[in-house]
Each structure stands twice: as structure tokens, then as C-alpha cells.
Nanobody, 125 residues
Framework: QVQLVESGGGLVQTGGSLNLSCSAS????????MGWFRRVPWKERECVAA????????YYLDTVKGRFIISRDNAKSTVTLQMNSLRPEDTAVYYC??????????????????WGQGTQVTVSS
């Protein structure tokens, strides 16, 4: 079993940056594919970025391509989401999620096995 804890959310102005971190405890982090999702009240939870357990070919939602970067450090059992050039429409609760072991990432939230508690990101205009 994997426990996930997100950190790094907050309030930032348009054009600013935030670095979200997800720390995992439990066994086998390196064998889990990881995703970052976000939720706003009027929309379904959407996958903004994901990275496979093989650490190759990350996925990005079209609206964040070129602005967000997902990375993982298996030695530290962490996955980060570097968010740059933030926009008001990026405002949401952000969650990290784990899927596995040894299975490819998915962009559908129901495919993930473990979730963090979420961290609020607010981008002011």
C-alpha cells in the first residue's frame, strides 16, 4: 500500500510559478505510475500530467503543455509538478495519484489506486 501527501500549493499571481511535491510512503514507489490531477467544482477531475513507472514519455494535458513539468525521484519516493506561467484557469485542488504496480499510466482517474488529500492552487488575475 502507498500513502501520498501533497505539498506546495498556495496563492500566486498570473504568470507565476509553483512547485507541487508528492511524497510517497510504503513499499514499491518505483513500480508505480504517477499522475497529477486537478478538480474544480464544476468539472470532472482531469489528469494534467502523468509519468510511467518506467519514467519515460510523460503525458500532459494540452492546456498545460510547455508550462508544467512532471518528474519523479524514485530514491526519494517523490513526484513533483513544476507549474510555470500559471493562469487563473489553473486554479483547482491538485491531487497526486499512484497506479500500479508495473502498469502504464492512465489519464482516467478511476484507474488509479491511491490518492493524496489534495492541495489548493489559486491563481489570481
Amino acid at each position: 500500500q502507498v500513502q501520498l501527501v501533497e505539498s506546495g500549493g498556495g496563492l500566486v499571481q498570473t504568470g507565476g510559478s509553483l512547485n507541487l511535491s508528492c511524497s510517497a510512503s510504503g513499499r514499491g514507489f518505483s513500480s508505480y505510475s504517477m499522475g497529477w490531477f486537478r478538480r474544480v467544482p464544476w468539472k470532472e477531475r482531469e489528469c494534467v500530467a502523468a509519468i510511467s513507472w518506467r519514467n519515460n514519455a510523460p503525458y500532459y494535458l494540452d492546456t498545460v503543455k510547455g508550462r508544467f513539468i512532471i518528474s519523479r525521484d524514485n530514491a526519494k519516493s517523490t513526484v513533483t509538478l513544476q507549474m510555470n506561467s500559471l493562469r487563473p484557469e489553473d486554479t483547482a485542488v491538485y491531487y497526486c495519484a499512484a497506479k500500479g504496480p508495473r502498469s502504464p499510466f492512465e489519464i482516467r482517474s478511476e484507474q488509479y489506486d491511491y490518492w493524496g488529500q489534495g492541495t489548493q492552487v489559486t491563481v489570481s488575475s
